[in-house]
């Protein structure tokens, strides 16, 4: 899975430094990898009603860069980097978006402003136990790491 998600900053995503509250990027990110499993047709609504089992988080690690602000366009991107037999490790950036109108000086095209892995685990929805993961969902991944898939890019914010 390689995703690309567009994002515009609003008042409501900064803090009163004027800038995005950290805590944020993990919903971009979220936000992000959500749309690049439907991109998959990985609905994870009607994948919880038919298989009884949800995608949980369960590691993040991330590292800040630089700050985004009000009004910045980032591209927030997904890249499936390993496939257990019941979690996945999904690495994810944050970045300027190169098509931003007015992009401060300082900031290069395409800037990093945060990077990160994300670990998240298949679980019974009931019990919130690990199981493995689907048989249908095992498919598409064992897919997309054979031959690779072209990044998909959003085309809504």
């Known amino acids: ?6 994002i515009l900053i609003y008042w409501e995503d900064t803090d009163a430094g004027g800038i ?3 805590a944020y990027y993990l919903k ?3 936000r992000a990898r959500s749309e ?3 991109s998959l047709g990985i609905e994870q609504q009607r994948l919880r009603e038919s298989s009884g089992g949800i995608f949980v988080v369960s590691e993040t ?4 860069h630089r700050p985004a602000r009000l009004d910045d366009q980032l591209l927030v991107t997904a890249q499936l980097r390993q496939v257990g037999t019941a979690s996945l490790i999904i690495e994810q950036r944050v970045l300027s978006n190169p098509e931003q109108k007015s992009a401060p000086e300082d900031l290069p095209a395409q800037a990093l402003l945060c990077e990160g ?3 998240i685990g298949w679980v019974n929805a009931a019990s919130m136990r690990p199981s493995r993961l689907p048989a249908s969902v095992s498919t598409v991944f064992e897919r ?3 031959r690779g898939t072209p990044p998909a890019v959003a085309s809504q914010q």
């Open 61 to 64: 690690s991330l590292k800040y």
């Open 117 to 119: 892995t994300i670990r």
């Open 36 to 38: 690049g499993l439907r």
């Open 28 to 30: 971009f990110m979220e």
């Open 20 to 22: 995005v509250f950290y």
């Open 144 to 146: 997309i790491t054979q």
């Open 1 to 6: 899975m390689s995703y690309a998600q567009p």
